[in-house]
T-cell receptor, first 114, second 113 residues
Framework: DSGVTQTPKHLITATGQRVTLRCSPR?????VYWYQQSLDQGLQFLIQ???????AKGNILERFSAQQFPDLHSELNLSSLELGDSALYFC?????????????FGPGTRLTVT | AQSVAQPEDQVNVAEGNPLTVKCTYS??????LFWYVQYPNRGLQFLLK??????LVKGSYGFEAEFNKSQTSFHLKKPSALVSDSALYFC???????????FGSGTRLQVQP
């Protein structure tokens, strides 16, 4: 168990809908990352927060947004969902942003868009 | 641009034999290199990392990796494979000032009994 929790584990929704994925980092970690894992794109970095502030953006679509709250949990919002958004979404946390710090991953949320 | 390559989609090895999972990187400057393992329906688990210093890094579950700057490689190794080592292995790279990891495409390790 990495200490990173994600809810829900599974989510099935229809095209055009909006969903929110939630992540709680390991105790003491200030940095949160979101990744998308799909069969055709592999593991893609979406966005990173550090102590409530956005620090880096990766391949995140404009339909997606995220935030980190004062208690350090983070939410990833996905809107106007398309079939191609079906994937595993991982949250990871580290004690500090980037560089040499290893990231610890949650179990993921499997999103299925029908 | 920084990247990592895992040239093998799958590696097959017999239980008890040594295993190697290959990774090469392309980063200007000094890289930080990581190995993660993913079991079915699970998140990625951190195995080991290279920051600086000794080129041979030891990690969890008996795995080790060797950093080779001249060959820009960071291959994952284990002296004696277990069936339970069967999983998907990812190499990743970062560097000073970079805030995220760049992952390779993954290598599926299959250990046969």
């Amino acid at each position: 168990d990495s200490g990173v929790t994600q809810t829900p584990k599974h989510l099935i929704t229809a095209t055009g809908q909006r969903v929110t994925l939630r992540c709680s980092p390991r105790s003491g970690d200030l940095s949160v990352y979101w990744y998308q894992q799909s069969l055709d794109q592999g593991l893609q970095f979406l966005i990173q927060y550090y102590n409530g502030e956005e620090r880096a953006k990766g391949n995140i679509l404009e339909r997606f947004s995220a935030q980190q709250f004062p208690d350090l949990h983070s939410e990833l919002n996905l809107s106007s969902l398309e079939l191609g958004d079906s994937a595993l979404y991982f949250c990871a946390s580290s004690v500090a942003p980037g560089g040499p710090y290893e990231q610890y991953f949650g179990p993921g949320t499997r999103l299925t868009v029908t | 641009a920084q990247s990592v390559a895992q040239p093998e989609d799958q590696v097959n090895v017999a239980e008890g034999n040594p295993l190697t999972v290959k990774c090469t990187y392309s980063v200007s400057g000094n890289p930080y290199l990581f190995w993660y393992v993913q079991y079915p329906n699970r998140g990625l688990q951190f195995l080991l990392k290279y920051i600086t210093g000794d080129n041979l890094v030891k990690g969890s579950y008996g795995f080790e990796a060797e950093f080779n700057k001249s060959q820009t490689s960071f291959h994952l190794k284990k002296p004696s494979a277990l069936v339970s080592d069967s999983a998907l292995y990812f190499c990743a790279v970062s560097y000073t000032g970079r805030r995220a990891l760049t992952f390779g495409s993954g290598t599926r390790l299959q250990v046969q009994p």
